[in-house]
């Protein structure tokens, strides 16, 4: 089955930028596609950004588009999400999650998740 | 976007009685070239990611117990418990992988009467 656990979360000021990573273990991490969806406080989840197996085709939540990226190095098995000009309605538990099936395609669902990691965007 | 609204927002149920979960998608997830409905259950713990009981919008995951089932298509979708007990207290939330952005519903928070 494998897991997914996720790095980096912190305190930030507004307009800052921050990187989180993603240690995935027990599986050939290439193999498959990765997203990361986030939770604010006492929230519901949101989808953020997607990245495919072969890392060649990425998409993003029109909330972040154009300030957070998503990369991987299957190299070193780790995903990342470079977080640019946070605000503060970017708080939130970051999960990282691979989807279920091997392949070419992100359409599935997510398994395993990570833990999380908070981020906190504030002054 | 297809945006998923789920309903009721929370719900009581006693221990040993059937609890009900909809979701319903704004535009179909059926993917007519394999008939299947891209729509999954989560179940979620305080403190606790997300966990998958249900894909495919029928198929019950491993180790799930088989109290939970699935059932819809197209748009409309159904969570059933059919006998609750107490470990089953949580937030549920359904997710469409058909399309990006994928979208989850708002949540459907479950609690013992």
């Known amino acids: 089955q494998g897991q997914v656990v996720e790095s980096g979360g912190g305190v930030v000021q507004p307009g800052r930028s921050l990187r989180l990573s993603c240690a995935a273990s027990?599986?050939?991490?290439?193999?498959?596609?990765f997203h990361w969806v986030r939770q604010a406080p006492d929230k519901g989840l949101e989808w953020v950004a997607v990245?495919?197996?072969?890392?060649?085709?990425?998409d993003y939540a029109d909330s972040v588009k154009g300030r957070f990226i998503v990369f991987r190095d299957d190299s070193k098995n780790m995903l990342y999400l470079q977080m640019n000009s946070l605000r503060p309605e970017d708080t939130a538990v970051y999960h990282c999650?691979?989807?279920?099936?091997?392949?070419?395609?992100?359409?599935?669902?997510?398994?395993?998740w990570g833990q999380g990691t908070l981020v906190i965007v504030s002054s | 976007d297809i945006v998923m609204t789920q309903s009721p927002g929370s719900l009581a149920v006693s221990l040993g009685e059937r609890a009900t979960i909809n979701c319903k998608s704004s535009?179909?997830?059926?993917?007519?070239?394999?008939?299947?409905?891209?729509l999954a259950w989560y179940q979620q713990k305080p403190g606790q990611p997300p966990k998958v009981v249900i894909y495919?919008?029928?198929t019950r995951e491993s180790g799930v117990p088989d109290r939970f089932s699935g059932s819809g298509s197209g748009t409309d979708f159904t969570l059933t418990i059919s006998s609750l007990q107490a470990e089953d207290v949580a937030v549920y939330y359904c997710?469409?992988?058909?399309?990006?952005?994928?979208?989850f519903g708002q949540g459907t928070r479950l609690e013992i009467k």
């Open positions: 027990g599986f050939t991490s290439s193999n498959y596609a």
């Open positions: 990245i495919s197996n072969d890392g060649s085709k990425t």
């Open positions: 535009q179909s997830v059926l993917y007519n070239s394999n008939n299947k409905n891209y």
């Open positions: 999650a691979r989807v279920r099936d091997k392949g070419n395609s992100w359409f599935n669902w997510f398994d395993p």
């Open positions: 997710l469409q992988y058909y399309s990006t952005p994928m979208t």
């Open positions: 495919w919008a029928s």
